[in-house]
């Protein structure tokens, strides 16, 4: 018999094939439905969430679940892809191979960039961060010849403190260390607790920055089964422990991954910080997406309590792009996170952590968190429209709750480099599905970026990939 | 029987006991002194170097050379001392001991800090920089906001590639790789020509900066004999070739080196350069310091036929300590440099960059260097001045011909660690002699810089050192 869930489910998709409820109808409150199914708040959710995951609901920011447009229905989500064992050589190239493709989308002229993974400049506040330099260049003239001197400008470190509690993370100022972006605290943090040789556990796909970064670290990465909607596996984060003492580390993206778009839910953010301070393995996440979560999102540094995780952020996707301020919490490598920040780039530039950490402080920065956030949700549910319109059947794509990042799973024999480079040719730039893996395991995907706003430019360029999946 | 050019030397040295010589003279030129005494051009030169060497005569840019003021007469010149094996256990550590004396000097205040490598603000073109930067913030407001492109502004590649064209160096816009500082060129240089566990033949003493960036990339390095006077032994460096099978690379500061002082003559640049060539073994510069040179000094990339040097540079020393601008031409490991920095640190911010070209292609930048370098050559005099004054015989320092460090080998006995302790009680900041080594085979040294002009404060402090090495 179905769990009470789907029966609860069931009713409300006839409801919607009956007319009863309307795409853009608001879906009754969970707990309206625990009210009148008299069921548990776990049971609510999950009738909730199949139905999400079917493509009949959206969930919006603090406003609940909204019946979904029909087209866009006819988009089942990304589903998780069994992960096949990889040919130990297959472990080496992933820099080659992703250089190989970042370069030959340099060559090309692009009309249509769906492969940045920020959004466009006239979404961040650039007038009033560039007001706020130039009155701090007018006052301290000295600022560009006084030589840098610490691991963060006391400000911008007090700021970025505050910002991280107010999201469950109590941290001095002074545990905050400013690196060059989320790249070099990236490899700080790999550097500081792995050895050459070790193996890091990782999500499968995961960001191609971070494979890099394992490579050329001299480590190799193990890619885990990781949902598309609930985020890495804990369950096989601990087999593979037990089965692989060379792992040395465990690097996430807990809060809208990159590629998948997927935010761990807190019991599981919880369970994985659990399971690593147990096993004494180091924690590492990345959280640069973690502000454009809908629902203020805990990073998983909010559960540990032995200082086991490695928080990396950077204001470079959220704020400032031309800006590279990153920011870590190193909990206890801390010592030696600033001892390999000092050897590799010495302390950061005073200015522009000053210009920040100003505006930060302002109420301004809530404003323009609430204006980013909500354009990119019409942006995603502009792009998943033309994506239901454009591709063919069998085109399964993930709705994320926040962020920029759309991954396409293309339908069966399509190829995501094939796709690259017909696509290339004709001015449109994505990410294919090849870069977010060492073992070369999502051919059959791409990662789209729907950072631009949906214009005539975009609608063709989607319109044009969709009639390149259906003739490969 | 003496050779001549000591005979000659003899001949001045009683002319000035004579005082028929007087300090702050002119002295024979290289050419007079050829004619006079019908010798060539090295025994004149070599005349010339003895005398300098006893403390006789001063080198001064483009003027020749001049009898000294009496009182430095006293200080002898460092002297190469001799290297003792090394315990293997010795190689671990630099860094460690590196960030304990840098975390000490950081907890004391300090009055008079001799041990920071870099001219105070006052020196740099602080305000004409800030208004390029105003004046581009407001012409592009966009410009903290706009996502970072490449591997160096276009604009500043090509400002640093005629600016090294006119010291000899022939390098295309694009061979210049903007990093952050000489030490984040640094490490991508090691990585790119290193293997974990290999080698790096360095000059003894070294640079500490370079000694950590050694030790934390998990290599190993083996220091050289190297002259107070013309730097590192080319042979020593062939012997140790064909001896140690595990040197990957020799990294070295030809050009007003750090803590020395010294430059190697062009003869023995060539030489070097020739010799790492024909053994295929990659050849890295630091020429950070090499526009403080009063005469335009060559890199050894202006030797460079076959792509196997790394020059390393930055603005930070000569221009903007408050920007991390540095750079580099990688020769035939560009492409795997460009790779590593991608996943180090991504590309740098344009502003600065964009605001440092603009500085660069105006006449102002060589008026900055002109009044630079002549105020470092007045420090230069003044502390040695002092140095003399107060501390006991038996104290050996080098007087460079640029730049603002001065090489003290204290009196025997005295332990420049112990100095440290000492004066950093006193409110005095110096650089031990310990930190330039891995073998710590420098404790009888210090360094001081006098990038800050005389003054009370600063005569105060060398008084106070002075008596301090009497007290030993």
Known sequence: MNPLYRRIADQYRSAIHAGSLRPGDRFPSVRTLMRTHTVSLSTALQACRQLEDEGWLEARARS???VQHPRR?????????????????????????????????????????????????????GEALSRIMQRKLRLQ??????????????????????RV??????????????????????????RAVTQPGGTVAVESPSFYGLLQIIEALGL??????????????????????????????????????????????????AALVALCAERGVALIEDDIYGEMSPQPARPLKAW??????????????????????????????????????????????????????????????????????????????????????????GTRVTLPEGGMLLWLQLPDGASGDTLFDAALARGIKIAPGSMFSTGRRYDGCVRLSCGRAMDEDVDAALRTLGSLVRGA
């Open 220 to 269: 190799r990465a193990i890619e885990l089964p990781t949902s598309p909607r609930d985020g890495l596996s804990v369950e096989a984060l601990a087999f593979a422990l037990d089965s692989d003492p060379s792992i040395q580390a465990v690097a996430v993206m807990p809060t809208l991954h990159n590629p998948l778009g997927c935010t761990m839910p807190d019991a599981r953010k």
């Open 73 to 125: 229905r006819g988009l089942p989500p990304a589903t998780e892809q069994g992960l096949r064992p990889i040919d130990p050589a297959a472990y080496v190239g992933i820099s080659a191979h992703v250089s190989e493709i970042l370069a030959r989308g340099q060559r090309q002229p692009v009309t249509a960039n769906l492969a940045l993974a920020v959004a466009p400049s006239a979404l961040y506040p």
């Open 304 to 393: 540990d309590r032995a200082g086991g995780v490695i928080h990396c952020n950077s204001l470079s996707k959220i704020l400032a792009p031309g800006l590279r301020l990153g920011w870590m919490l190193a909990g206890r490598w801390q010592a030696r996170v600033e001892m390999l920040k000092y050897t590799q780039s010495r302390f950061p530039e005073e200015l522009p952590q000053a210009t920040v950490a100003e505006f930060l402080d302002s109420p301004a920065y809530d404003r323009h968190l609430r204006r980013l956030n909500e354009a990119l949700r019409q942006h995603r549910d502009a792009y998943a429209d033309r994506i239901a319109t454009h591709f063919p059947p």
């Open 165 to 190: 509690l107010a999201r469950g993370v109590a941290a001095a100022p002074e545990e905050v260390v400013i690196t060059q972006g989320a790249t070099e605290a990236m490899n700080l943090a790999l």
């Open 141 to 162: 003239p000295t600022a560009l010849v006084s030589m840098t001197r610490r691991h963060g400008h006391p400000l911008l470190r007090a700021a970025l403190a505050r």
């Open 64 to 66: 609940g679940y909204f």
